[in-house]
């Protein structure tokens, strides 16, 4: 008689307990500290600090390019910062939740190879030799699970037991960053179907936000941003199809590209929709600095990855479009006068009105911009609504029968016999197909700017199943343009106070602006994206780094002014 399966709840407990078991003895939290945990709002800085060593906390808070050249120039060892690194993410998956994946002493192996490598030849393997690079679990890593959150993929390739696949299969970026020297210690949760804006599936529960554990800490790309607030991980891998590394990105305070589709290699990576090419996922990169993001890039490009995979296009990293535009500003990010940059500003979608945080940021931006000597305009798009709903429009677009048929979600989930999450039993419902012509009418360009400055959302970290609308994010990727999300500043209770004068446009617009509750919301990061056109990854970045230099002067001028009047 064939034996039959486990339950689906046993093999999840079982998956949760054997990744725990992988996490070092010196490295597991006591009773005591996982209810402290528990108890905090957030676990940010000084919370997790408390189990590092100095010298630890000294390396997580470095960023990847300092930390590269620290390897290089020997001040650092290879061991030394993966075992940082994976120490901090062991800590963060206990108090937070946020890992699949563990291979932590596959890591520190690798990374004594490497230190030997360099003590041998005196030159590094790559560019990113020795850096350690989280992944989100959608990259094939070879003997190592990829589930994506789906129970019914432990232990298997894609759901299928076949002995000569399972564990054998990697991602072609994954092949990329390991000859490039990294270090891929870890792969970070997801949400089931990775269509979902925050991080929850029936594997590990949910992810929730570091900096205020009363909220979402995002998704798809969800375990990811959560380990970066927590410093576990300073650069990493995700993948965006409506949002997934720049919702993550803004609710966890770090850093975030999402290029336009076919810039970076998708192949070989599990998705869960795979097959529909109207709406593309990306491959986007995560960092907790801007450097993370053009080191990342930098470093793939030169391995001509589109020599591997034909649907990459062949353009490598254009250095002459990020000198040309940092060019416009000087280090500290004013204007030069040979030609201030012009932004546009998208305040609102005209669906859904942002919270007060969200615009304060946006005006954050724009006053630093300005005082730089910048050009700002407010900006609108042809239809002010083009990316609500659009979304899931396409993904269903015929009517969901695809998407759900078997061989896709459904038979995941029948492998074990798991249910579909909650929050997904509505946008699953079989539907009127699409007229898929609509796609042609909704990608019309613009005004002519450099970049455009709008929320990531219409809330900070999202209050758990109230992240109502996803068009601020959905739209650009229906218009595959390249995007960069940057942190701003944090959720204030005494300063974004509710406007009980402001009247909601509609159901959508009520229902959102009803869940936002000051006190709730009290020290969740505020980041806003900056979108260009499609393939301009380079100058995105450029203008990224400008508005934060022109932020952090803006800043300091007016410190200083408080400080010389005597104001705190």
Request: hydrophobic fraction near 40%; proline fraction near 6%; glycine fraction near 8%.
């Amino acid at each position: 008689m064939k034996e039959s399966l486990p339950s689906w709840v046993t093999r999840a407990a079982l998956k949760k307990a054997n990744t725990l078991d992988k996490i070092r003895p010196e490295w597991r939290l006591s009773p005591h500290d996982l209810a402290r945990a528990k108890q905090q709002r957030d676990l940010t800085g000084p919370f997790i600090q408390k189990f590092l060593s100095v010298d630890e906390i000294s390396i997580i808070e470095k960023d990847s390019v300092q930390l590269v050249r620290d390897i290089r120039e020997a001040s650092l060892t290879a061991v030394q910062v993966t075992n940082a690194f994976c120490k901090t993410a062991a800590i963060a998956h206990q108090i937070n939740n946020c890992l699949h994946e563990i291979f932590f002493d596959e890591a520190l192996e690798r990374a004594a190879w490497l230190d030997a490598q360099f003590a041998d030849k005196q030159l590094p393997i790559g560019p990113l030799h020795g850096l350690p690079i989280s992944l989100k679990d959608q990259f094939h890593v070879k003997g190592v699970d990829t589930t994506m959150g789906y129970i019914g993929w432990i232990s298997s390739n894609l759901g299928i037991s076949d002995s000569q696949q399972v564990h054998k299969v990697e991602s072609q970026i994954v092949t990329e960053l390991l000859s490039l020297g990294a270090v891929l210690y870890c792969k970070t949760s997801l949400p089931q179907t990775l269509l979902f804006g925050e991080t929850r599936n029936n594997l590990i529960g949910e992810t929730l936000n570091p900096y205020n554990r009363n909220l979402s800490c995002g998704g798809s790309s969800g375990g990811e941003g959560a380990l970066q607030a927590l410093r576990g991980s300073n650069l990493g891998l995700g993948t965006d199809i409506g949002g997934s590394v720049r919702i993550p990105a803004a609710f966890n305070g770090t850093y975030s590209l999402k290029p336009t589709p076919e810039r970076l290699s998708y192949r070989c990576v599990a998705n869960s929709n795979p097959g529909q090419n109207t709406y593309r996922s990306t491959v986007g990169i995560m960092s907790t600095s801007l450097g993370g993001l053009d080191l990342l890039l930098r470093s793939n490009l030169s391995t001509e990855p589109w020599l591997r995979d034909p649907a990459v296009v062949p353009i490598p990293f254009r250095d002459e479009i990020s000198k040309q535009h940092e060019m416009r500003a000087n280090s500290d990010g004013t204007a030069n006068g040979k030609m201030p940059l012009k932004l546009g500003v998208l305040w609102t979608d005209g669906a859904v009105q942002p919270h007060p945080p969200i615009t304060r940021g946006l005006k954050i931006v724009v006053e630093a911009m300005r005082s730089a000597g910048h050009k700002t305009v407010d900006w609108n798009p042809p239809d002010q609504t083009i990316g609500r709903g659009t979304h899931w429009q396409f993904l269903m677009a015929d009517g969901a029968h695809d998407i759900r048929r078997l061989t896709d979600v459904d038979e995941q989930l029948a492998l074990s016999g798991e249910p579909l999450i909650p929050d997904l039993q509505q946008s699953f419902k079989l539907r009127k197909p699409m007229d898929l012509l609509k796609y042609q009418d909704l990608t019309q360009d613009g005004q002519i700017v450099d970049a455009v400055i709008m929320p990531v959302a219409p809330h900070a970290a999202v209050i758990p199943g109230k992240y109502y609308h996803v068009a601020y994010t959905e739209v650009i990727n229906l218009l595959n343009y390249s995007a960069v999300v940057i942190p701003v500043t944090k959720a204030d209770k005494e300063i974004d106070v509710v406007d009980d004068s402001y009247c909601p446009s509609g159901d959508l617009d009520q229902m959102n602006w009803d869940a936002y509750d000051p006190e709730t919301y009290d020290g969740a990061p505020v980041g806003v994206q900056i979108v260009a056109r499609k393939f301009e990854e380079e100058k995105v970045l450029s203008i990224a780094k400008i508005i934060v230099a022109a932020m952090k002067t803006r800043r300091l001028k007016v410190v200083g002014a408080s400080a010389s009047t005597g104001r705190s």
